[in-house]
């Protein structure tokens, strides 16, 4: 497993428009991290459901990446808990299972007071070999 290496980070040109950063904090481990903001949320004043689906997304992907090799998304989904109007909004994912072409991730976002607000299951389709 490598940790951090250039591609685990690659830039993701939506996430970042979105205000989405996303890192790995260890091996099999992504987070996707997004500072509340007029442009994230829905006309509600909540946060965008489509907010929740990238983190969840971005952070899957990023902890699937730690074992080197380069990962696209195969199916999604998420459960939403509650909702979020102002604040950081952090979605944490862990590898749950790594075979020879897929990977699972599972995923939960929180917010700055660690109260949950939605749960994803995602699986990566790898696209390159070690």
Not at 6 to 16: D, E, K, Q, R
Not at 67 to 94: C, E
Not at 95 to 123: K, P
């Given at each position: 497993?490598t940790?951090?290496?250039?591609?685990?980070l690659?830039p993701n040109?939506?996430a970042?428009?979105n205000?989405?950063?996303?890192?790995?904090p260890g091996?099999d481990r992504?987070e996707?991290?997004?500072?509340?903001?007029?442009n994230?949320?829905?006309?509600?004043g909540l946060?965008?459901?489509?907010?929740?689906y990238t983190?969840?997304?971005?952070a899957g992907g990023?902890?699937?990446?730690t074992?080197?090799r380069y990962y696209?998304?195969l199916h999604?989904?998420?459960?939403?808990i509650?909702?979020?109007?102002s604040?950081?909004v952090?979605a944490?994912?862990?590898?749950?299972?790594?075979g020879r072409?897929?990977?699972?991730?599972?995923?939960?976002?929180?917010?700055?007071n660690g109260v949950?607000l939605?749960t994803?299951?995602?699986t990566f389709?790898?696209?390159?070999?070690?």
């Amino acid at each position: 497993m490598t940790e951090n290496t250039s591609h685990t980070l690659l830039p993701n040109a939506f996430a970042l428009f979105n205000g989405i950063q996303t890192s790995s904090p260890g091996p099999d481990r992504g987070e996707s991290v997004l500072h509340l903001g007029p442009n994230s949320l829905n006309p509600y004043g909540l946060l965008h459901g489509g907010a929740y689906y990238t983190m969840a997304d971005c952070a899957g992907g990023c902890a699937c990446r730690t074992d080197g090799r380069y990962y696209v998304t195969l199916h999604g989904g998420i459960d939403f808990i509650r909702s979020a109007r102002s604040g950081v909004v952090t979605a944490r994912a862990v590898v749950r299972h790594r075979g020879r072409s897929t990977c699972q991730a599972a995923v939960d976002i929180t917010d700055e007071n660690g109260v949950l607000l939605a749960t994803g299951d995602f699986t990566f389709f790898c696209i390159s070999q070690q």
